[in-house]
């Protein structure tokens, strides 16, 4: 698993610049309804995330698209990644559900990254640690939603993806949210983007070095 931000396959996403169809007989301009109500996002304990790792293997599983192979492949690398986020110091993770599990997002200070975040630092220049103290700068470390939620009102405050990523800063208290995605996945980088999240060479008067990774930030609303 190359990209660090564990979203859903591009496979699953539509071609930039693609419009999907529009549903029939939906009229022209209509948003549709909200799905804030009747989804419930609330925070697992460790011993929670550890009665539901199953359930939450095939969620990913099911996000991630391709053959029952690949989802077994998918569902193991996820699991595997997230048992080790975890053990972080600080690590939080929410679900969204309705009469069953449809998405999740978790992460950890970043005082607690540990290996697999151990580059953060040459990635993220001084202007933006000056923004947040260690301990108040968040890895958002995964975001897994429908595919839907890739495409569909990604501005909306109701968006899933969007309620879920807040909903997770606020917790934390964070001033700043940070992740690290593959500089080759430009599809990811511009759904990140459509939720809010900025390069932070946006947010800062350094800019960022050439590397493996794109960073980008996000600003807790309100």
Not at 36 to 48: C, F, I, K
Not at 80 to 85: N, T
Not at 93 to 111: Q, S
């Amino acid at each position: 698993m190359t990209a660090l931000i564990l979203l859903p396959t591009t496979a699953n996403l539509p071609a930039p610049g693609k419009r999907r169809a529009r549903t029939p007989g939906r009229p022209k301009g209509r948003q549709g309804p909200s799905p804030h109500e009747g989804t419930r996002l609330h925070e697992l304990t460790r011993g929670q995330v550890e009665d539901r790792r199953q359930e939450l293997g095939d969620l990913y599983a099911e996000t991630s698209g391709g053959s029952p192979w690949a989802w077994n492949q998918a569902r193991t690398a996820f699991l595997r990644h997230l048992a080790a986020d975890a053990r972080r110091p600080g690590f939080s993770l929410l679900i969204a559900e309705t009469t069953a599990l449809t998405g999740c997002a978790y992460g950890f200070p970043a005082g607690g990254a540990g290996p697999r975040w151990a580059g953060l630092g040459r990635h993220v220049q001084d202007g933006l640690l000056r923004r947040a103290a260690p301990r108040r700068l968040f890895v958002v470390s995964g975001i897994v939603v429908p595919p839907r939620v890739c495409w569909e009102h990604q501005d909306r405050p109701w968006n899933l993806a969007r309620r879920l990523q807040q909903r997770l800063l606020a917790g934390q208290r964070a001033a700043l949210g940070v992740t690290l995605v593959d500089v080759r996945d430009d599809q990811a980088v511009e759904t990140l983007r459509s939720w809010g999240w900025r390069s932070a060479g946006e947010d800062t008067l350094t800019a960022v070095p050439p590397g493996p990774f794109r960073v980008l930030v996000l600003a807790p609303e309100g």
